[in-house]
């Protein structure tokens, strides 16, 4: 099995005309993703690498029973584009543009929750389920079918988690890219319960980066999972007071730091991993048992 999105995921794309949108869909197309659709207002009735393009997503929903939306639209348009496709019955909505207004990303998330859609990201690689979907701009090239859960703030240490459990025989289940922006559509605590319910997945890898508080704010759900978890920070030894990374790389006080993060972790019951090839060791006899 797999979280989010499989091999029946029925995938629309927003912006489907754009440079990102024709290149990408192609891409996932060439994957096996279900691209069913696409939008671009005033552009109905095109076709896009043989997808159908639409002027709203109700008709796609309508049409094509499309599921998934991924966004491929400036961000400037994020907030109503994403209002269109939740108010429209989408359960997934990926939004792949970076930063979005804060004010915007907070009604999002607003609207999402009170019609039971998931939301990924902004600033977002997408997320991948090995074999079966990928919907966003994940190198399908670092993934495998296997037994370990990703979630990660980082696009690029998403594949580079996923390219070295692919190389110890472990692989992935689904691989989730939240975002690198201030404010998420869904953080690791709102990942990890589905990576617990997954009979599939027998571990789960946590991928962090400095600033923000999204790992601090996870360990109550890691206190509750059955499953080993194993963690790993970016940005140990960055300098002190200096801004890196994403938009949300904010380290504010205390809390944010990497030191802060890996004492959370820790208490929380996760193996802490300081390179990336101490991660398959850390799961140990835990993983591959059949359990």
């Known amino acids: 099995m797999s979280i989010l999105i499989d091999e029946k995921s029925r995938v ?3 912006g489907i005309t754009g440079g990102a949108g024709v290149f990408h869909t192609k891409k996932m197309l060439e994957y096996g993703t279900k691209v069913v659709a696409g939008t671009s207002p005033g552009k109905g009735g095109h076709e896009i690498e043989g997808v159908s393009v639409y002027d709203t997503i109700e008709e796609c929903v309508k049409e094509q029973g499309a599921d998934v939306s991924v966004m491929f639209i400036p961000p400037r348009f994020v907030l109503d584009g994403a209002i269109e496709a939740i108010e429209a019955g989408i359960r997934l909505l990926v939004v792949i543009p970076e930063m979005i207004p804060v004010h915007d990303m907070l009604k999002i998330r607003l609207a999402a929750v009170k019609k039971g859609c998931t939301v990924i990201g902004g600033n977002t690689a997408g997320l ?14 670092t993934f495998k079918q296997g037994r370990i859960g990703i979630v990660s703030r980082s696009g690029s240490l998403n594949y580079y988690v996923a390219d070295t459990l692919t190389k110890s025989g472990l692989g992935e289940t689904t691989c989730v890219g939240l975002g690198g922006d201030p404010i998420l559509g869904s953080t690791f605590s709102d990942i990890l319960p589905m990576f617990e319910n997954d009979p599939q997945t027998e571990g789960v890898v946590i991928v962090g980066e400095i600033g923000g508080v999204y790992e601090e704010e996870a360990a109550g759900a890691i206190k509750k999972m059955k499953k080993p978890v194993v963690f790993f920070v970016a940005g140990r030894n960055a300098p002190k007071g ?7 790389a904010i380290v504010e006080g205390d809390m944010g730091t990497a030191d802060s993060k890996i004492r959370a972790m820790k208490e929380a019951g996760a193996g802490i991993a300081y390179k990336f090839s101490e991660i398959p060791g850390l799961f140990g006899s835990k993983v591959g048992t059949g359990r």
């Open 128 to 141: 991948i389920s090995p074999g079966k979907c990928n919907v966003g701009i994940m190198p399908e090239i």
């Open 242 to 248: 200096k801004r890196m990374g994403h938009a949300g």
């Open 12 to 14: 629309v794309v927003q």
